[in-house]
């Protein structure tokens, strides 16, 4: 009777609050301009495969081969379909793409609080414009969907990095660029582990100390976010952001910038994370399209754990689920032989777009009306032996009138 | 660079389109007090064998063993997952259940018109009552969900029928209760085979004959359907049915009425089907939980394809479109050292919920202007020499004006 381990039945009070979410993603997408697609769960696995996904990832797959004998993958993250489905359609589009998604990514993970093999995830990618300004958008778009949820910078911080600032440093202490990746997932798994686990990975890169690191991390300006923050402080979003080396991110694609929104509060979980990847078009498609891109992506588990820790939030959604609760007018039909009349009634009032419930069953009156509260309806209509009248209550000021059925619904929308 | 054969990439135009579809499934199922749940993609493979889906479903399962040696299966339909969750939470709510889901569900299928191997499907399910009221309900749910999208009788017709005439049927005949799902797989495949292919399936019944069916498919009356064709009526929607015993449904677990409503243009295609399953829930639970149910699945491909073929529903559909595009205004920046009030502008004017585009690198302002009509914007707002005021113009009067920036949003809230 249960889901399998790590995926989620959501019942409607669940599915009430995601969908608060992801009603706030698209209406903050909206004011960005950008357009909603949508793509397979199911890819072939080679498109996660060589440099594209990369890291972690491929061990987390759900992979397995179909009655064609095709190495099928359920898609991990959205970005190699976008980047996929982008080079073979760009041309029908004017530059830049801003496009965006909200669907499902399955990892085979272990188990823990807020990480589900099932997640859903809110995409959001800017492709066809490198400048600084692009970055400044999508990190915009980021900021405004934390805010249309109440959330203040003092509930969520955007550590900013830049991978070509490592670049630069690897060249200066003269190690390889092919060595880049081995090196950043040190970097990456930095934070969470023993300085000696990381002091013992150093040891393959001459010339390189944990010292070396700590002295890079601790830069007090990092010139090459300079500009970037600069169009965030036109925009007034200076606030949230804070730069931070030590964000380079696990996936392989990144080519510049990247970035993380951390929550804190409930220890400091991600909720978002994105960057630049410049080349994945171009990798993907063998070099026939080539295509900048800078883009994120949020998860809809660590976001609603932190809506409930910090009140401003919680009371924003809590005043938004009221507001859509589904149902408008509980129908109260006296007796059976008012049944024809009600079902009209209802036919009427729903086409007329309320949402209207009744008792499938005859119930006494009391009882009809004991449901129209717990349905907490804001009006109960009785069809009864006033017909062709009705008795209209407004079940929160009890205030009652009778009048004829066709005007009913002018009566309800003067008052609401 | 293509999906998987069977799967759909849905480019912007594409989820638009599907939007549409969602969104009206939504609104109608609010109207009748219907609240989202949702599932897993992927469910123990377990949870479709036995009696549950049965039938051809089984063949077309994507299945496959993770890494914890689990047998797995995406998701066929939703109606199993929602009968696990029923059974396992149906406490927590008051009868009846007005549930629905929108999502994807996979068959490996061979490929043909207006046939995915993942498609999108809104299921509606009416749980914890029995009577015909509740049929009523969903079918009344189906219609005019059909008639949201502008489809009159004409475009779509439900042929109803109930596996219990059959069941009598069968009785009279002396047909053993055990063979009733293999006959019924004769009738399901009836329509669509030679009548040579049914008489040599029929040769297994003792005193069952071609003719003996097609005279009881050709009753003018279907008395046990007699109830619901009075309550759908009294609703008004009795045009849009139509009783038909050759309707039986493939799926094992239905018990009582089923139906198939039909587009009536471009080839007699399903574009919904449903029943009542009062037996799935307890069958699931082994026991434990006995909840009759009625519910209906309808999916995006044939729905899509219709609303194209009635000139109707096309407008309808077009109308909508163009009032949901994602751009109300451009900003046009005169010269690069206005860039930074632009983006104060931009942040505010998103902050209040417009839609706001503008070119992320410097560029003419009459290219600025081009670009503001191919958006399709209806403002174009200028931030140059002017500031702090700033020239709004509306793109399809060409009224123009200048005025403060803190009035802007007064003077396009009086605009729209």
Same mark, same amino acid.
């Given at each position: 009777?249960?889901?399998?381990?790590?995926?989620?039945?959501?019942?409607?009070?669940?599915?009430?609050?995601?969908?608060?979410?992801?009603?706030?993603?698209?209406?903050?997408?909206?004011?960005?301009?950008?357009?909603?697609?949508?793509?397979?769960?199911?890819?072939?696995?080679?498109?996660?495969?060589?440099?594209?996904?990369?890291?972690?990832?491929?061990?987390?797959?759900?992979?397995?081969?179909?009655?064609?004998?095709?190495?099928?993958?359920?898609?991990?993250?959205?970005?190699?379909?976008?980047?996929?489905?982008?080079?073979?359609?760009?041309?029908?589009?004017?530059?830049?793409?801003?496009?965006?998604?909200?669907?499902?990514?399955?990892?085979?993970?272990?188990?823990?609080?807020?990480?589900?093999?099932?997640?859903? $995830?809110?995409?959001?990618?800017?492709?066809?414009?490198?400048? #600084?300004?692009?970055?400044?958008?999508?990190?915009?778009?980021?900021?405004?969907?934390?805010?249309?949820?109440?959330?203040?910078?003092?509930?969520?911080?955007?550590?900013?990095?830049?991978?070509?600032?490592?670049?630069?440093?690897?060249?200066?202490?003269?190690?390889?660029?092919?060595?880049?990746? !081995?090196?950043?997932?040190?970097?990456?798994?930095?934070?969470?582990?023993?300085?000696?686990?990381?002091?013992?990975?150093?040891?393959?890169?001459?010339?390189?100390?944990?010292?070396?690191? $700590?002295?890079?991390?601790?830069?007090?300006?990092?010139?090459?976010?300079?500009?970037?923050?600069?169009?965030?402080?036109?925009?007034?979003?200076?606030?949230? #952001?804070?730069?931070?080396?030590?964000?380079?991110?696990?996936?392989?694609?990144?080519?510049?910038? #990247?970035?993380?929104?951390?929550?804190?509060?409930?220890?400091?979980?991600?909720?978002?994370?994105?960057?630049?990847?410049?080349?994945?078009?171009?990798?993907?498609?063998?070099?026939?399209?080539?295509?900048?891109?800078?883009?994120?992506?949020?998860?809809?588990?660590?976001?609603?754990?932190?809506?409930?820790?910090?009140?401003?939030?919680?009371?924003?959604?809590?005043?938004?689920?009221?507001?859509?609760?589904?149902?408008?007018?509980?129908?109260?039909?006296?007796?059976? !032989?008012?049944?024809?009349?009600?079902?009209?009634?209802?036919?009427?009032?729903?086409?007329?777009?309320?949402?209207?419930?009744?008792?499938?069953?005859?119930?006494?009156?009391?009882?009809?009306?004991?449901?129209?509260?717990?349905?907490?309806?804001?009006?109960?209509?009785?069809?009864?032996? !006033?017909?062709?009248?009705?008795?209209?209550?407004?079940?929160?000021?009890?205030?009652?009138?009778?009048?004829?059925?066709?005007?009913?619904?002018?009566?309800?929308?003067?008052?609401?």
């Amino acid at each position: 009777m249960k889901p399998l381990s790590g995926f989620r039945d959501l019942l409607p009070p669940d599915f009430a609050r995601r969908h608060y979410i992801t009603t706030q993603w698209r209406d903050v997408a909206r004011r960005y301009g950008f357009v909603e697609f949508d793509g397979p769960m199911l890819e072939s696995a080679e498109l996660y495969q060589k440099k594209n996904s990369g890291g972690e990832i491929l061990t987390q797959l759900y992979q397995f081969t179909d009655r064609g004998e095709r190495v099928l993958a359920l898609r991990p993250e959205m970005t190699p379909t976008l980047a996929r489905m982008v080079a073979a359609h760009h041309r029908s589009f004017s530059k830049p793409l801003r496009w965006f998604n909200i669907g499902s990514s399955f990892r085979y993970e272990r188990q823990q609080r807020g990480r589900w093999r099932e997640f859903t $995830q809110w995409n959001c990618d800017l492709l066809g414009e490198q400048s #600084v300004a692009a970055d400044a958008e999508i990190i915009g778009l980021l900021i405004d969907a934390l805010r249309s949820f109440g959330l203040g910078p003092n509930d969520v911080v955007i550590r900013l990095s830049d991978r070509l600032a490592w670049q630069e440093f690897l060249q200066k202490h003269h190690v390889p660029f092919e060595r880049m990746g !081995e090196f950043l997932g040190i970097i990456d798994k930095m934070e969470r582990e023993p300085r000696e686990k990381t002091e013992e990975k150093l040891a393959a890169f001459d010339g390189l100390s944990f010292e070396l690191l $700590q002295e890079f991390l601790a830069s007090p300006e990092v010139p090459i976010l300079a500009p970037l923050l600069e169009e965030l402080s036109a925009r007034g979003l200076r606030d949230y #952001v804070r730069p931070d080396l030590s964000i380079v991110r696990g996936l392989a694609y990144y080519t510049g910038i #990247v970035f993380e929104a951390f929550a804190l509060h409930g220890g400091l979980r991600a909720v978002a994370g994105g960057g630049r990847y410049d080349q994945l078009i171009e990798h993907l498609s063998d070099g026939a399209v080539s295509l900048p891109a800078v883009g994120f992506g949020m998860g809809d588990a660590v976001l609603l754990e932190l809506l409930q820790l910090v009140p401003q939030a919680a009371k924003q959604e809590q005043s938004w689920m009221e507001r859509h609760h589904p149902c408008d007018i509980y129908l109260v039909i006296a007796a059976q !032989e008012h049944r024809p009349m009600a079902m009209a009634v209802a036919q009427q009032l729903r086409h007329e777009g309320w949402g209207v419930l009744f008792s499938l069953t005859p119930e006494r009156v009391g009882k009809q009306f004991s449901a129209a509260e717990q349905t907490k309806a804001r009006f109960a209509v009785v069809v009864g032996e !006033e017909w062709p009248q009705v008795k209209v209550k407004n079940l929160s000021t009890r205030e009652e009138v009778i009048l004829p059925q066709e005007e009913l619904n002018n009566w309800l929308n003067l008052k609401t």
